[in-house]
């Protein structure tokens, strides 16, 4: 069963697909990043938006952001 990953379109009507993963950080706390792209990967892409966060569009360049709400 594969779930479908969260997509956002933006003001241009470009599709970017929700990715994350978990890194480990110098002190070895394990820190989760989150990010748009234009293409899924596989094991990566995200079915829905985490909680306590948001999208947010930069004005100029239209590139998706998460944001933590």
């Known amino acids: 069963m594969t779930t479908t990953p969260y997509t956002y379109r933006n003001q241009k009507g470009v599709t970017y697909y929700l990715l994350g993963k978990e890194v480990v950080l110098q002190n070895g706390r394990p820190q989760p990043l989150y990010y748009f792209s234009r293409a899924p990967k596989r094991g990566e892409a995200l079915g829905a938006m985490p ?6 569009e ?3 360049t239209g590139l998706p952001l998460v944001k933590k709400a």
């Open 51 to 56: 909680a306590g966060y948001y999208v947010e």
């Open 58 to 60: 930069h004005p100029r």
